[in-house]
């Protein structure tokens, strides 16, 4: 198996080794990151500059490719650029949880999309930024349920969300915001946005936030069309 690794924590980020490790059980990997972090860059890509791509030493036996970009830049060059095909695609493992409606910034989910609109199977792995970099550990656990349940046959983008001790595992779907934040002026015109945890309890376990908030692994399949197909079929008789 051909395996691309990507994140949004940068390609030096301390959680990328041990999962490179984890992954190479797997197949032959390679690894297409940002060179520094670009943590909530959601899928933006640059098309206004050109940026620095180039060879580094990450592991032996392993090409790595250190990108001055986005998440999905770095997807975009692994097909644009390289133009080589990879059976499975990982964007992670994450520091800090990806769920709710706020993955919709998320560069690591946001590489994940970019792979899956290239026809690429593709999951999104994230976690508690206190369980960073252990999150690893979990992989065989995680790895055996989509293999079990044959889910790479099913669907080609997921989004995992590991808590720390967290082993049983759920299907979820979307949940509400679990991250905001709050607009601090720092010093004169200048204002930078401080993160809180907006999370409200619940036990409704097929959430993925209430899922992760309650100690479970959770496994959301995402969809990349973004069409409301009720209100399109609905809408269909309008003239």
Request: aromatic share 10%.
């Amino acid at each position: 198996m051909k395996i691309l690794i990507t994140n949004d924590d940068g390609i030096y980020a301390e959680g990328m080794l041990p999962f490179v490790k984890w992954a190479q059980k797997l197949g032959d990997v390679t690894v297409i990151a940002p060179k520094v972090e670009q943590s909530g860059k959601s899928h933006g890509i640059d098309i206004h500059r050109p940026f620095e791509i180039k060879r580094i030493d990450l592991l032996p036996n392993v090409r790595a490719i250190s990108v001055d970009s986005t998440p999905a830049d770095c997807i975009r060059y692994a097909v644009l650029g390289i133009r080589e095909h990879f059976d499975l695609v990982l964007s992670g493992i994450n520091r800090g949880f990806n769920m709710g409606q706020d993955i919709i910034y998320s560069g690591t989910m946001g590489a994940a999309e970019e792979a899956a609109y290239h026809n690429l199977t593709a999951i999104a792995i994230s976690t508690d930024p206190k369980y960073y970099p252990n999150a690893s550990k979990h992989m065989d656990t995680v790895w055996e349920f989509f293999k079990r349940n044959r889910l790479l046959e099913k669907h080609r983008l997921y989004n995992v969300n590991i808590p720390e001790n967290g082993e049983k595992i759920y299907i979820t779907r979307q949940g509400p915001e679990f991250y905001s934040d709050e607009f601090v002026n720092e010093e004169g015109d200048l204002f930078k946005a401080h993160g809180k945890c907006v999370y409200e309890e619940g036990d409704d376990l097929s959430v993925d936030t209430h899922c992760v908030m309650n100690g479970f692994i959770s496994i959301c399949p995402m969809a990349v069309n973004r069409t409301d197909f009720r209100l399109f079929e609905a809408l269909q008789d309008c003239k």
